[in-house]
């Protein structure tokens, strides 16, 4: 097992990494940002080092500096957390160079999974129903001749994309070429690589994704589905599981394409297989996430399993300790995510002072984050300032839970989006199980239609 690991990440992920550490009796390095120096990752690590400015490429994107640090400190891992590093395939290559162990996938999966128009093909050869669409398209014309084989609405999505980058949707040949131009431009500038494919827009659907643990002796789990069907240009908002959705025959395929997805690449460690699911219930992969979820504690919660320790483990050559037959969800778990945002001002983001904090209480209740009393929110980074999970027997207790809890969390000193968590909650759709992707189209539509009545 490690001794020390190097946490290359920010904010609450940084702060979950740091505890997970802690009960393993590992020690912790922090990295952070000039903005960040009174973070409280910075000060629950045993050793705290600054790699930069406030802008994420002068500090948490600095590899030679984060992997200086790596090496002078004697940390033996790095654990990336999620976004920023976790699915560079460069830096993964320079840490095994340096035979500092990377906590995730190796260099060459991050690569093949990464390019998403690659992945397509392997999980087609693998037997895995992929979304209808076409490889990459190397100039406008030929993606326009497939976009009219295909069918509109379609979507073009960025052969690296990720965040909800890259990807556009489009009505009618009308809108695609100007589509197809800044899907690739925006593709670019994000992630280096403009390449672009298409696939059928399916409508409506769900998303849902499966989590999986791999070890290097080749045992794979899947320790069940996520519904993240509550999203806003493709940010989700809220995830829960299982699924109210699928039915044990579907949740049975889908965790055996999951495993299949994973075999057959030879992943190792934590990984996310997603689908689309239609009105039909036909499941379609959609990516895989070479790296922890932001919502991975929603499967914490139902399964009881701590998938940061895990990480850890089979990092260090540890076996998976379960067989599937082992593996079951408890009750369920629901997770709002909450933003330092303004919802009535078209989602503004918000920074300043937290002058008031209280984090709700009782069993079963989880606020993972990074505030405490009188932290400054800097305005350099992502929005997401915590994430509210509970979890209870059963989904009508644990909405009941989640908007009580939510009623409890009081964040004073910055805007945020509890009261729209609320909402959400509330809404017919949300309630009978029934929402899709659109959900939150229609919902602020609906919304939008009352205050102009």
Known sequence: MFSKILIANRGEIAVRIIRACREMGIETVAIYS???KNSMHVQLADESYCVGGAFVGDSYLNMAAILTIAIESGAQAIHPGYGLLSENAKFVSLCEQCNIEFIGPSSEMISLLGDKDMA????REAGVPVTPGCDVVE?????KKEAERIGFPLLIKARSGGGGRGIRRVNSIDEFENAFNSASSEAQSAFGDGACYLEKFLHPVKHIEMQILCDKFGRVLCLGERECSVQRKNQKLIEESPSPAITEEIRQGMMDAAVKA????NYVNAGTIEFLLDKDNNYYFMEMNTRLQVEHGVTEMVTGMDIVQWQIRIAAGAELNRTQDEVFLHGHAIECRINAENPD??????CGTITRLHIPGGS??????ALYQDYSIPPFYDSMIGKLIVQARTREH???????????LNIHGVDHNRDLQIEILSSPEFVNGTYTTDFMVDFENRKKNQMES
């Open 120 to 123: 397509r093909k392997t999980m």
């Open 34 to 36: 000039e903005a960040d």
């Open 345 to 350: 001002l078209d989602f503004r983001p918000s």
């Open 262 to 265: 994973a075999r057959a690449v």
């Open 139 to 143: 100039d406008i014309e030929t993606a």
């Open 364 to 369: 079963f209740v989880r606020f993972d984050t």
């Open 398 to 408: 644990a909405i009941r839970k989640m908007k009580m809890a939510l009623s409890e």
